[in-house]
Protein backbone atom coordinates (compact mmCIF):
# COMPACT_ATOMS: atom_id res chain seq x y z
CA UNK A 1 0.00 0.00 0.00
CA UNK A 2 2.73 2.50 0.50
CA UNK A 3 4.36 1.87 -2.35
CA UNK A 4 1.28 3.00 -4.52
CA UNK A 5 0.74 5.69 -2.06
CA UNK A 6 4.49 6.61 -2.87
CA UNK A 7 4.25 6.29 -6.37
CA UNK A 8 1.30 8.92 -6.46
CA UNK A 9 2.87 11.56 -4.42
CA UNK A 10 6.15 10.74 -6.82
CA UNK A 11 3.32 11.21 -9.35
CA UNK A 12 1.78 14.37 -8.21
CA UNK A 13 5.24 15.87 -7.56
CA UNK A 14 6.32 15.60 -11.12
CA UNK A 15 2.86 16.42 -13.01
CA UNK A 16 3.36 19.85 -10.64
CA UNK A 17 6.99 19.97 -12.24
CA UNK A 18 6.02 19.60 -15.61
CA UNK A 19 3.22 22.28 -15.01
CA UNK A 20 5.75 24.67 -14.00
CA UNK A 21 7.95 24.01 -17.00
CA UNK A 22 4.83 24.35 -19.48
CA UNK A 23 4.28 27.72 -18.17
CA UNK A 24 8.08 28.71 -18.29
CA UNK A 25 8.34 28.03 -21.82
CA UNK A 26 4.75 29.40 -22.66
CA UNK A 27 6.57 32.89 -21.04
CA UNK A 28 9.31 32.31 -23.32
CA UNK A 29 7.21 31.46 -26.33
CA UNK A 30 4.80 34.90 -25.19
CA UNK A 31 8.65 36.97 -25.47
CA UNK A 32 9.39 35.39 -28.63
CA UNK A 33 6.59 36.12 -30.67
CA UNK A 34 6.23 39.67 -28.83
CA UNK A 35 9.36 40.32 -30.22
CA UNK A 36 8.62 38.65 -33.46
CA UNK A 37 6.14 40.81 -33.89
CA UNK A 38 7.40 44.10 -33.02
CA UNK A 39 10.53 43.05 -35.49
CA UNK A 40 7.59 42.22 -38.29
CA UNK A 41 8.68 38.83 -38.39
CA UNK A 42 5.77 36.18 -39.82
CA UNK A 43 5.85 33.09 -37.78
CA UNK A 44 3.93 30.43 -39.98
CA UNK A 45 0.90 29.19 -38.89
CA UNK A 46 1.69 25.40 -39.21
CA UNK A 47 3.79 25.59 -36.73
CA UNK A 48 1.13 26.58 -33.90
CA UNK A 49 -1.70 24.34 -35.65
CA UNK A 50 -0.29 21.11 -37.46
CA UNK A 51 -1.86 19.71 -40.34
CA UNK A 52 -5.09 18.28 -40.08
CA UNK A 53 -3.32 14.24 -40.60
CA UNK A 54 -1.52 14.83 -37.97
CA UNK A 55 -4.92 15.08 -35.89
CA UNK A 56 -5.22 12.16 -34.78
CA UNK A 57 -8.34 9.52 -33.85
CA UNK A 58 -12.02 10.71 -33.60
CA UNK A 59 -12.11 9.70 -29.97
CA UNK A 60 -9.90 10.19 -26.69
CA UNK A 61 -8.83 7.54 -24.70
CA UNK A 62 -11.65 8.08 -21.87
CA UNK A 63 -14.17 7.64 -25.04
CA UNK A 64 -15.08 11.37 -24.96
CA UNK A 65 -16.10 12.07 -28.66
CA UNK A 66 -13.21 14.11 -30.32
CA UNK A 67 -13.99 17.89 -30.35
CA UNK A 68 -16.34 17.97 -27.32
CA UNK A 69 -16.05 20.74 -25.20
CA UNK A 70 -17.68 21.73 -21.74
CA UNK A 71 -20.65 24.22 -21.55
CA UNK A 72 -18.60 27.02 -19.99
CA UNK A 73 -16.22 27.17 -22.51
CA UNK A 74 -18.70 26.93 -25.10
CA UNK A 75 -19.78 30.12 -23.45
CA UNK A 76 -16.57 31.63 -24.19
CA UNK A 77 -15.87 30.87 -27.45
CA UNK A 78 -19.54 32.32 -27.92
CA UNK A 79 -18.43 35.55 -26.08
CA UNK A 80 -15.57 35.74 -28.96
CA UNK A 81 -18.03 36.38 -31.31
CA UNK A 82 -18.84 37.63 -34.17
CA UNK A 83 -16.59 35.59 -36.50
CA UNK A 84 -15.15 38.51 -38.24
CA UNK A 85 -13.55 39.67 -34.82
CA UNK A 86 -9.87 38.21 -33.69
CA UNK A 87 -8.77 38.78 -29.89
CA UNK A 88 -5.50 38.00 -27.85
CA UNK A 89 -5.10 35.19 -25.65
CA UNK A 90 -5.60 37.71 -22.43
CA UNK A 91 -8.72 38.49 -23.99
CA UNK A 92 -9.79 34.41 -24.50
CA UNK A 93 -8.16 34.25 -20.67
CA UNK A 94 -9.97 37.14 -19.45
CA UNK A 95 -13.53 36.00 -21.51
CA UNK A 96 -13.19 32.48 -19.69
CA UNK A 97 -12.86 34.41 -15.88
CA UNK A 98 -16.08 36.29 -16.71
CA UNK A 99 -17.30 32.51 -17.29
CA UNK A 100 -15.56 31.17 -13.75
CA UNK A 101 -12.80 29.64 -15.64
CA UNK A 102 -9.45 30.31 -13.81
CA UNK A 103 -6.60 29.27 -15.74
CA UNK A 104 -2.55 30.02 -16.19
CA UNK A 105 -1.59 31.58 -19.63
CA UNK A 106 0.04 28.39 -20.15
CA UNK A 107 -3.35 26.21 -19.81
CA UNK A 108 -5.68 28.94 -22.10
CA UNK A 109 -2.48 28.68 -24.67
CA UNK A 110 -2.87 25.38 -24.56
CA UNK A 111 -6.58 24.94 -25.33
CA UNK A 112 -6.14 27.73 -27.90
CA UNK A 113 -3.81 25.53 -29.65
CA UNK A 114 -6.44 22.85 -28.88
CA UNK A 115 -9.39 24.42 -30.28
CA UNK A 116 -7.31 25.68 -33.44
CA UNK A 117 -6.69 21.88 -33.89
CA UNK A 118 -9.95 21.09 -33.75
CA UNK A 119 -11.01 23.79 -36.06
CA UNK A 120 -13.23 26.06 -33.65
CA UNK A 121 -10.55 28.88 -33.95
CA UNK A 122 -8.45 30.19 -36.30
CA UNK A 123 -5.06 32.65 -36.14
CA UNK A 124 -4.95 35.38 -37.79
CA UNK A 125 -2.13 37.47 -40.12
CA UNK A 126 -1.82 40.20 -36.75
CA UNK A 127 -1.46 37.21 -34.23
CA UNK A 128 -4.62 36.94 -32.75
CA UNK A 129 -7.24 34.59 -32.75
CA UNK A 130 -10.89 34.08 -33.88
CA UNK A 131 -13.94 31.55 -33.77
CA UNK A 132 -14.40 29.91 -36.52
CA UNK A 133 -18.29 28.69 -38.44
CA UNK A 134 -16.82 25.13 -38.09
CA UNK A 135 -17.17 26.30 -34.30
CA UNK A 136 -20.67 27.95 -34.87
CA UNK A 137 -22.12 24.87 -36.62
CA UNK A 138 -20.67 22.19 -34.35
CA UNK A 139 -21.24 23.67 -31.13
CA UNK A 140 -24.40 25.72 -31.33
CA UNK A 141 -22.35 28.68 -30.77
CA UNK A 142 -25.35 31.07 -31.41
CA UNK A 143 -27.78 28.96 -28.96
CA UNK A 144 -24.48 29.50 -26.55
CA UNK A 145 -24.80 33.28 -27.22
CA UNK A 146 -27.89 33.75 -25.25
CA UNK A 147 -27.41 36.39 -22.06
CA UNK A 148 -23.00 35.59 -22.71
CA UNK A 149 -22.06 38.81 -22.53
CA UNK A 150 -19.53 39.55 -25.75
CA UNK A 151 -15.87 40.50 -26.02
CA UNK A 152 -16.46 44.23 -26.42
CA UNK A 153 -18.66 44.08 -23.07
CA UNK A 154 -16.21 42.01 -21.26
CA UNK A 155 -13.45 44.29 -22.16
CA UNK A 156 -15.73 47.19 -20.56
CA UNK A 157 -16.42 45.34 -17.37
CA UNK A 158 -12.46 44.72 -16.81
CA UNK A 159 -11.43 48.14 -17.66
CA UNK A 160 -13.99 49.54 -15.59
Known sequence: ??????????????????????????TDLDALLKAAQ?????????VAFPPPSDRGSGVNRGGKPRGAISGAWRKVLASLL??????????????????GITSEMGAV???VRKYGDLG?????????????????????LNASKEDVPTAKELSDALAG
Not at 38 to 46: Q, S, Y
Not at 120 to 132: A, I, M
Request: no cysteine.
Open 82 to 99: PTDSSHTLLDVRAAAEMH
Open 38 to 46: IMGITVPDD
Open 120 to 140: YLKKTDDGRYSVTEEAVGRLN
Open 1 to 26: MAVIVNAIVERRKRLADLKQEVAAVG
Open 109 to 111: RDR
